[in-house]
């Protein structure tokens, strides 16, 4: 196979998309309520409201000035003057250059520039109406459904549509980020003490497990992913102390409950033959890494891989930027896969040697290939573009440098693309778990 054919198969085969934060499409009918934290805007600003920002204020935009970007009430034409200059700096990163793929898919312009940000936004304002998600991911973007981890919720997210947006149960509220007061009333239940927080966990995962897809922690963004086994006998006084004053723990003690917890929900997701999705490697946002911290991500991995051999674990964004020691987790751990959600923008050329090289060490069952890891739904069939751009690469390559049979690249493409994605996860199964499984029209028209 020529890389024209390989390229062509790519855009033809539909993507199982395994990692997104995609808002409930309600959220974005509705109107946006002020002009804090992350809105669901209806102008050109949307394009840089979610990682595309990061690379502006690391090029020099001022933070307040940024701010402007998802303000409903400031005009397109201030928001152009802010983000302008800025665009231009860092246009040829990832992030940015989704943007191009972005307007070029949805609105077919080339650019972003000062002479289309009106119409561009007057278009995307337009475009918003009941059932536009269908059109934009299936039609667009070829994608056969997503997996979210929708951040409007704390634990699990009844969405409007279950075929398209299947849910992770988050377990972070139950474990590493723990949130009793919102979780017990979420259950109806009063927690005095670990058994009782047991039982919480229990409901949680009897009530979402059946309809959730996976399960996900990103607590990596927060601590070391160190879990060590705490026994129960030995969590319950530090739970009790917990419970009489979260305050005053200290870190190691806090840490013992944190560790004691997560093992128990990887133990009640393995019931619930729920996949563990683990957040690893680069931290979204500007200016706060703690790149040692990061560093220890993959071989902290191993401790987990070894305790739960029969819990499958994702291995998100590839750990970048230590994607070597993720490759080599892959080869080792029959229950390790890797994930490349959210890796082809961060750095898309790493991202090709990644699947490069993966595919020499590591069994070709073991990767999953793309998760647009965004927030706004318009932003995902550009990522989409730029993974199978990528992907159509690294194929290539491996076959013009006669590292790959050209005979073998439609079974491995259907294999990257979408197949381990149904192995591992059991999207069918899931969907029957629903009383209304959506059905809604697709409204192609309203695209393009
Ligand atoms: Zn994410």
Same mark, same amino acid.
């Given at each position: 196979?020529?890389?024209?054919?390989?390229? #062509?198969?790519?855009?033809?085969?539909?993507?199982?998309?395994?990692?997104?934060?995609?808002?409930?499409?309600? @959220?974005?009918? +509705?109107?946006?309520?002020? !002009? *804090?934290?992350?809105?669901?805007?209806?102008?050109?600003?949307?394009?840089? +409201?979610?990682?595309?920002?990061?690379?502006?204020?690391?090029?020099?935009? !001022?933070?307040?000035?940024? !701010?402007?970007?998802?303000?409903?009430?400031?005009?397109?034409?201030?928001?152009? %003057?802010?983000?302008?200059?800025? $665009?231009?700096?860092?246009?040829?990163?990832?992030?940015?250059?989704?943007?191009?793929?972005?307007? %070029?898919?949805?609105?077919?312009?080339?650019?972003?520039?000062?002479?289309?940000?009106?119409?561009?936004?007057?278009?995307?304002?337009?475009?918003?109406?009941?059932?536009? $998600?269908?059109?934009?991911?299936?039609?667009?973007? #070829?994608?056969?459904?997503?997996?979210?981890?929708?951040?409007? @919720?704390?634990?699990?997210?009844?969405?409007?549509? =279950?075929?398209?947006?299947?849910?992770?149960?988050?377990?972070?509220?139950? +474990?590493?980020?723990? #949130?009793?007061?919102?979780?017990?009333?979420?259950? /109806?239940?009063?927690?005095?003490?670990?058994?009782?927080?047991?039982?919480?966990?229990?409901?949680?995962?009897? @009530?979402? *497990? =059946? %309809?959730?897809?996976?399960?996900?922690?990103?607590?990596?963004?927060?601590?070391?992913?160190?879990?060590?086994?705490?026994?129960?006998?030995?969590?319950?006084?530090?739970?009790?102390?917990?419970?009489? /004053?979260?305050?005053?723990? =200290?870190?190691?003690?806090?840490?013992?409950?944190?560790?004691?917890?997560?093992?128990?929900?990887?133990?009640?997701?393995?019931?619930?033959?729920?996949?563990?999705?683990?957040?690893?490697?680069?931290?979204?946002?500007?200016?706060?890494?703690?790149?040692?911290?990061?560093?220890?991500?993959?071989?902290?991995?191993?401790?987990?891989?070894?305790?739960?051999?029969?819990?499958?674990?994702?291995?998100?964004?590839?750990?970048?930027?230590?994607?070597?020691?993720?490759?080599?987790?892959?080869?080792?751990?029959?229950?390790?896969?890797?994930?490349?959600?959210?890796?082809?923008?961060? /750095?898309?050329?790493? +991202?090709?040697?990644?699947?490069?090289?993966?595919?020499?060490?590591?069994?070709?069952?073991?990767?999953?290939?793309?998760?647009?890891? $965004?927030?706004?739904?318009?932003?995902?069939?550009?990522?989409?573009?730029?993974? %199978?751009?990528?992907?159509?690469?690294?194929?290539?390559?491996?076959?013009?440098?006669?590292?790959?049979?050209?005979?073998?690249?439609?079974?491995?493409?259907?294999?990257?693309?979408?197949?381990?994605?149904?192995?591992?996860?059991?999207?069918?199964?899931?969907?029957?778990?629903?009383?209304?499984?959506?059905?809604?029209?697709?409204?192609?028209?309203?695209?393009?």
């Amino acid at each position: 196979m020529v890389s024209s054919e390989i390229r #062509n198969l790519i855009d033809r085969t539909p993507f199982v998309d395994t990692h997104e934060h995609i808002w409930e499409e309600t @959220t974005r009918l +509705s109107a946006p309520t002020g !002009d *804090g934290g992350r809105q669901p805007i209806r102008d050109f600003g949307i394009f840089f +409201s979610h990682y595309s920002d990061s690379d502006l204020l690391v090029a020099g935009l !001022d933070p307040k000035e940024r !701010d402007k970007i998802g303000n409903p009430n400031i005009d397109v034409d201030e928001k152009w %003057r802010t983000v302008g200059p800025f $665009y231009e700096k860092a246009r040829h990163t990832g992030y940015l250059q989704n943007i191009r793929e972005t307007v %070029r898919m949805l609105y077919g312009e080339d650019d972003l520039r000062e002479d289309n940000y009106r119409s561009i936004s007057d278009r995307l304002a337009a475009m918003i109406k009941p059932g536009y $998600y269908y059109p934009i991911l299936r039609d667009v973007a #070829n994608i056969e459904y997503c997996q979210v981890n929708n951040l409007q @919720t704390t634990i699990f997210m009844e969405t409007q549509y =279950p075929d398209l947006l299947c849910q992770d149960l988050s377990f972070v509220a139950l +474990s590493t980020g723990l #949130n009793i007061e919102a979780v017990s009333k979420l259950a /109806n239940r009063d927690v005095k003490s670990l058994k009782d927080w047991h039982e919480v966990l229990d409901w949680c995962f009897a @009530t979402y *497990g =059946p %309809r959730a897809i996976a399960v996900k922690n990103q607590s990596a963004y927060g601590r070391r992913i160190d879990y060590e086994k705490v026994s129960a006998d030995d969590a319950v006084p530090l739970f009790e102390k917990y419970l009489a /004053n979260p305050k005053n723990l =200290p870190m190691d003690e806090l840490k013992a409950i944190q560790d004691h917890l997560f093992h128990y929900c990887v133990e009640k997701a393995t019931e619930f033959h729920l996949p563990v999705k683990l957040h690893t490697g680069y931290y979204a946002g500007s200016g706060g890494m703690p790149l040692h911290r990061v560093r220890n991500n993959a071989g902290d991995m191993c401790e987990l891989l070894k305790a739960h051999p029969k819990t499958p674990f994702v291995i998100m964004h590839i750990t970048y930027p230590y994607q070597d020691e993720a490759i080599a987790i892959a080869k080792h751990y029959p229950n390790a896969y890797v994930d490349l959600c959210w890796a082809w923008i961060i /750095n898309p050329l790493a +991202s090709v040697r990644f699947v490069k090289e993966f595919l020499m060490a590591a069994p070709a069952n073991k990767l999953l290939t793309f998760g647009g890891d $965004y927030i706004p739904v318009e932003m995902v069939p550009g990522h989409a573009q730029i993974a %199978r751009k990528g992907l159509a690469q690294a194929i290539s390559e491996l076959v013009e440098e006669h590292w790959i049979d050209g005979a073998h690249v439609p079974a491995l493409v259907a294999r990257l693309m979408r197949g381990n994605a149904h192995e591992l996860f059991d999207y069918e199964g899931t969907l029957k778990n629903w009383k209304t499984p959506s059905v809604v029209k697709k409204e192609p028209a309203t695209v393009g």
